[in-house]
């Protein structure tokens, strides 16, 4: 039981980093109905991106919100360049659909990770940190860093934040028009490939922060930042693939779970048991707990 409460800090604080990124292809799956499989991939740019504005302004919060948002554009751009020409074709007859849309995700995937190094070397990169790796708050053997505080409440705030602005807001229900039927929604008036690249610019924007945070405490690395796309994806499930804030339930599901099963089982069963719970709730529950039925059918 020590040994658990040692380890709830940085359980919590992965918790948030796969909450992070896995609103990030939620977000964009709501949407568009696109399932985004360079979700890590998009992350890992947006982070160099970051660290990039940080070391030109010389200023980690200049840089982080200069960084974010260029991040963030990077996404709308992918969105009119890889999905629009799809969906045209598509709407016209041909016999390009929903899979040749997701198929595409994975060529941006390799095309990301053969221009990453082109552009920032293989080499990891140390990203400036303005956070203390010291424990800042301890309550008996559980203890956290300010940079894991930091990213908790990132998470929190952005998940609720955003899940707010899609109740309340007209950007929202435009969203939410457009995800439930996109034609009827153009029939309204609704810009659908405008509400698309925002939901894609969204997506970037927090795969990006929850990438910067791993790599603010590990370096940047283009192989492990990557990775944590594929990594992610039973925390999506979990939750729900169109539930963004069963994002951070099942993000923290995976956590507890790869924690408790490393301690007992030791690290190398850690994957080995997300996937297995992937398995587990496709069986019992293949929409994910907070999601809803008819995704099953996707």
Known sequence: MQAFVLALGGTLWIAAVYALMSVGTVV???????LNFA????????????????GLFSSFWLGLVTGVLIAALGGAVVYVLFMIPLIGRSNAGGIVGPLAMVM??????????????L???????????????????RIGDFGMTSLQIATIVCAVVGIAGFTALLRWTSI????????????????????????????????????????????????????TTAS???????????GGLDSIPGSLFGA?????????????????????SAYIALLVILGVRPYGVFGRQAVSRL
């Open 28 to 34: 964009i799956f709501r949407t568009t109905r696109v």
């Open 172 to 223: 929202g229900v435009s969203m939410r028009a457009v995800s439930s039927s996109p034609r009827l929604a153009a029939g309204i008036g609704i810009n659908v490939h405008a509400i698309g690249a925002l939901s894609w610019a969204s997506g970037v924007f927090f795969s990006s922060l929850g990438a910067l945070s791993f790599a603010l405490a590990t370096d940047l690395d283009p192989t």
């Open 104 to 117: 595409s995700t994975f060529v941006l995937s390799i095309l990301i990770e053969n221009i990453v190094p």
């Open 39 to 54: 979700g890590g991939d998009v992350g890992l740019v947006g982070a160099y991106v970051i660290a990039t504005m940080i």
């Open 119 to 137: 552009i920032w070397s293989t080499s990891t990169r140390n990203v400036p940190n303005p956070f203390s790796n010291e424990l800042t708050l």
């Open 252 to 272: 923290l599901v995976l956590a507890l779970l790869q924690t408790i099963v490393g301690l007992i089982f030791g690290g190398t069963w850690t994957d080995v």
């Open 228 to 238: 944590l796309g594929l990594a992610i994806f039973p925390a999506i499930i979990i």
